[in-house]
């Protein structure tokens, strides 16, 4: 297996153990921000805002991200925004810490923070190509995701008991902790191959990243459907929180296991990944309808079940975005990688905003149960649709 032969590299297991570290914060970070949001204010729709200024940037720095990551050394690209999300998320830790936050301060974090992770995700995803190489890569994704989806599993179940018996500033000093390993791993990795120097002209560089993802069937077909699949069916964190709440009323603990539930489905979906080779359009679309139907159980009027599908849900995501990173990676000429991440990235993050704001707005206008029942019924159109023929998959680019 690729990804067992990557934990056999020293360089690339340090970069995955640090990275694992990092994630874990992060996810305990993102569980206590929900539950401070609803604490300071009680309302869906201003957690929605909240999601939606974490993921605006997104629109406005994917795409010079992406050719920054063409341009520069990626590794000290990595260490620039690594580094601003810990120093965001220690002061952070410090206002809630002493009393002074305000929901106002939750917002202005949220836009800094999603401004950073904008621009470090194409760049990260680039430097795991370039760490793993092309040969390994579908390894690297699996083992990638299974890092993330164990943090995910774990981190808002650890977040549930901090906020519980130390309150919510912990989980965010965690997280600006957990970032140490990682920055000392990157201190340690060698620069990589010179970049090309650029043309001078960022957007036209840019717009190579965005003609070639509409020029490339397989590629068009697969961010197409990544669009509105994240628009409509991947906020669980505006979802669980207001679901855990305002319609289950249940204590931080039980907020900390929903989202745990949703990080066990994600689990399993990178494990399954891990173990059945090269990613093909049908396991991408068949997410996509578990998505539907996670959504769809949430109308049910039994309690018991949500946990079964929210990790419905968390299967449904992780299948649909290993699937399209992968087929867009393996895709793509080294030489644009970056910029057409950019585009992915810009696709996948970029929803966010009105995705967040919406899974709000109808939960404060149809409530719980009835805003699952409609996310559910337009993911599954999405579904339905992308069962036209697909494009042959054509082969990787030199």
Known sequence: MLALALLRDPLYRSYWLALFASQMGTWMQSAAQGWLVLLL??????????????FL?????????????DRYPKRNLLLFTQGGMMVLALLMALLILTGGVRYGHV???????????????????????????????PGAIALNSFGFNTSRL????????????????????????????????LRRTSLG??????????WREAQEGVRFVLEHPLVRRVVGLLLFASLLGMNFQTLVPAYARLVLGLSATGYGALLSSVGLGALGAALVMAFTGRPKPGRLLLG???LSLA??????????????????GGFGMISVLINANTLVQLSVPDGIRGRVMAVYSLVMLGTGPLGAYLTGLLFELLGGR?????????????GLYGLRPWPREPSPPA
Do not use: C, K, W
């Open 288 to 290: 996509v309808f578990f």
């Open 107 to 137: 917002l202005l974090f949220a836009f800094l923070y999603g401004a950073l992770n904008a621009m470090d995700l194409p760049v990260r995803q680039s430097f795991t190509v370039e760490l793993a190489g092309r040969d390994r890569y």
């Open 193 to 202: 191959p010179r970049e090309e120097e650029g043309n001078g002209r960022f």
């Open 295 to 312: 959504h769809l159980g949430l109308f049910l009027p039994y309690a018991f079940l949500a946990p079964f599908f929210l990790a419905l």
């Open 154 to 185: 774990l981190g808002p179940a650890l977040a549930g008991l901090s906020i519980a018996f130390f309150g919510v500033g912990v989980a965010y000093l965690a997280n600006a902790l957990s970032f140490l390993p990682l920055l000392l791993v």
């Open 41 to 54: 204010t009680g309302s869906a729709e201003r957690l929605g805002l909240v999601v939606a200024l974490q």
């Open 370 to 382: 009835l805003a699952a029942l409609a996310l559910g019924g337009a993911v599954l159109m999405v």
């Open 57 to 69: 940037p997104s629109l406005l720095f994917s795409l010079p991200a992406g050719v920054l990551a």
